[in-house]
């Protein structure tokens, strides 16, 4: 499942964002790429220590945290800090899987990737290329969203981000650990947790029958999920 979320950050915080990361001392990225992936990653990205990295990256955590629809989609248990990464003058990402355990000298223990999000900084009209390309069973979907908007996708899939060809693409990415591991399942769940705020508006709280679906989906999360 891919889902798009608008507005993760308003135009203000996209702004401020912008600001600090353009003072912020970018690296090489593949300074944190793993074995398969070194070849195909030309980016810049931020040191996970660095005091601006931390500063936003928490500040996105945060906003998800009380981010209804990122919540009910990612059933989120562990994240990864997120990572900021630039892209310009041809670089790109090229086709990769994420690693499936990531470690951090932040965290007590690993975080095993399920689903991965972009969070994009840049107004589209400030560069060309840089389509974040995912392969889905429907084929690839090339995803360039607004900034402050932001997608989620699975880990799992194969996807990698084109040249930037003009003008510079910079961007959030972060990984979490998701309480229900299965996708299948996570995504069934989204769906009737959907479906029941839906049915919910204008409706009397004690129905019976919003009750009784109400059940069957912390009933299913009782059975399916991990903390
Ligand atoms: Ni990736």
């Known amino acids: 499942m891919l889902l798009v979320m608008e507005n993760v950050l308003g135009a203000d915080e996209v702004q401020e964002f912008r600001a600090a990361l ?20 030309d980016n810049l990205q931020l040191d996970d220590r660095c005091g601006v990295a931390q500063r ?3 500040r996105i955590l945060s906003l998800l945290g009380r981010h209804p629809l990122f919540i009910s989609a990612a059933l989120p248990n562990r994240f990864f800090p997120p990572r900021f990464n630039r892209y310009a003058g041809g670089g790109h990402y090229g086709a990769h899987v994420d ?11 690993a975080v095993r990737s399920d689903l991965s999000a972009t969070l994009f900084l840049t107004d589209p009209a400030d560069y060309d290329g840089g389509e974040l390309a995912i392969e ?24 990698r981000v084109l040249p930037v060809t003009r003008g510079a693409r910079t961007s959030a990415i972060l990984w979490l650990q998701s309480m229900v591991r299965d996708a299948a399942q996570r995504a069934l769940l989204f769906d009737l947790d959907q479906s029941i705020q839906s049915l919910s508006g204008g409706r009397d709280p004690a129905d019976p029958d919003l009750l009784r679906l109400t059940g069957v989906y912390h009933n299913l999360l009782r059975a399916w999920a991990e903390t």
């Open 99 to 109: 690693g499936a355990l990531m470690y951090s000298d932040a965290l007590p223990q």
């Open 22 to 41: 353009a003072e912020a001392p970018w690296i090489d990225g593949r300074a944190s790429a793993g074995t398969l992936s070194v070849s195909v990653k």
């Open 136 to 159: 889905t069973p429907f084929g690839a979907q090339e995803v360039k969203l607004a900034a402050g908007d932001m997608v989620l996708y699975p880990s799992s899939s194969l996807h």
């Open 56 to 58: 936003l990256g928490n």
